[in-house]
């Protein structure tokens, strides 16, 4: 079955996943996009990673990042979750297919770490939001 690729939507309408994206350097942004359309056509369940695609753990288990280097060694991360399910499911939540649902981004220093605060505030808040809410909260594009 194909994928798609769609972007969250905040409360206030934003789309955190996109702004980030705005924000990275062109070829950061570029790179993040071209996995993102690479794990789609494998499809996702089936894709390895390669070390850009990764399924987190722990308290980040079920979300997935893209992985990116840029500029002066600065980590980019693109936060991820999958949706899918009967074709039922997905059609109460919005689709006919399955999705990758990019949520957010954070960068950060290389050598350091994110702690379990900030990926609560910035990633799984919003996942919690996303898989609550029917239909789910997509940025119109």
């Not at 280097?69 to 991820?80: A, E, I, N, S, V």
């Not at 649902?101 to 379990?116: E, S």
């Amino acid at each position: 079955m194909a994928w798609g690729i769609v972007y969250y939507a905040a409360a206030d309408g934003s789309a955190p996943g996109e702004d980030f994206l705005d924000g990275c350097p062109t070829k950061v942004a570029a790179t993040i996009e071209a996995v993102l359309e690479i794990v789609r056509d494998a499809p996702p369940p089936r894709f390895s990673g390669g070390g850009k695609w990764e399924a987190m753990h722990g308290s980040m288990g079920g979300y997935y990042e893209i992985r990116v280097t840029g500029p002066q060694r600065t980590q980019y991360r693109l936060f991820c979750l999958l949706d899918n399910g009967s074709p039922e499911e997905l059609a109460a939540r919005g689709f006919v297919e399955p999705q990758i649902v990019v949520l957010t981004g954070m960068a950060k220093p290389i050598r350091t770490t994110f702690t379990d605060a900030e990926y609560k505030k910035h990633v799984r808040d919003l996942g919690d939001r996303y898989r609550t809410t029917l239909p789910r909260p997509i940025a119109e594009g």
